[in-house]
């Protein structure tokens, strides 16, 4: 079975733009969840979704948001980056969002 | 305030010795224990997991074991190769209303297995 897979894997952008990254989950698994990771906080969560809809959300600012489509395939929008948003964005799937969570390798987001 | 709390960033082992990673929590509406091993410009991989309603979970080399009384959690590796040196995660899971909050990561410990 393919494991998580998030693209892109490596993203430039700058101050003030938008970006969108994308989660394929794996195959079977309705439950995508999305993670920060940084220096200084470590692995933080952001938000899951299941069934298309968002179930449960982390101490992260509007401007992260997401959304999971019926195939159970992910997006997540930053808007207006900052500096700080920098950082490694990971993807985690599991069947229904009680079970362990496998993640895929992330999307490393640098922000000038 | 940080819940999941892992106070040894490194931890160094001779190869073929057993290391001893742990971890400790303060919230005890975590009900599910998982640890993850990462290498660097790579995505967590999961490595062993633990419920609330056990003490002790053991998959090979890797054992896992639960004293929710301390709220501590520790990750036995035995015997130690070369190939374990990475970063260790540990994590926890509270169950909601809704279903399961997401994971609350510790800062993970590096460990280093030496030749």
């Known amino acids: 079975k393919a494991g998580v897979t998030q693209t892109p894997r490596y993203l430039i952008k700058t101050r003030g733009q938008q970006v969108t990254l994308s989660c394929s989950p794996i195959s079977g698994h309705r439950s995508v969840s999305w993670y920060q990771q940084t220096p200084g906080q470590g692995l933080q969560f952001l938000f899951e979704y299941f069934s298309e809809t968002q179930r449960n959300k982390g101490n992260f600012p509007g401007r992260f948001s997401g959304r999971q489509f019926s195939n159970s395939r992910s997006e997540m929008n930053v808007s207006t980056l900052e500096l700080g948003d920098s950082a490694l964005y990971l993807c985690?799937?599991?069947?229904?969002?009680?079970?362990?969570?496998?993640f895929g390798p992330g999307t490393r987001l640098l922000v000038l | 305030d940080q819940q999941v709390k892992q106070n040894s960033p490194s931890l160094s082992v001779q190869e073929g010795r057993i290391s001893i990673l742990n971890c400790d929590y303060t919230?005890?509406?975590?009900?599910?224990f998982l640890w993850y091993k990462k290498y660097p410009a790579e995505g967590p991989t999961f490595l062993i997991s633990?419920?609330?309603?056990?003490d002790k979970n053991e998959d090979g080399r890797f054992t896992v074991f639960l004293n929710k009384s301390a709220k501590h959690l520790s990750l036995h590796i035995v015997p130690s190769q070369p190939g374990d040196s990475a970063v260790y995660f540990c994590?926890?899971?509270?169950?909601?209303?809704?279903?399961?909050?997401?994971?609350?990561f510790g800062k993970g410990t590096h460990l280093i297995i030496q030749p």
């Open positions: 633990i419920s609330s309603i056990k």
């Open positions: 985690a799937s599991s069947l229904a969002g009680l079970e362990t969570q496998y």
């Open positions: 919230n005890s509406m975590f009900d599910y």
């Open positions: 994590a926890a899971r509270a169950v909601s209303g809704g279903g399961a909050d997401g994971l609350t």
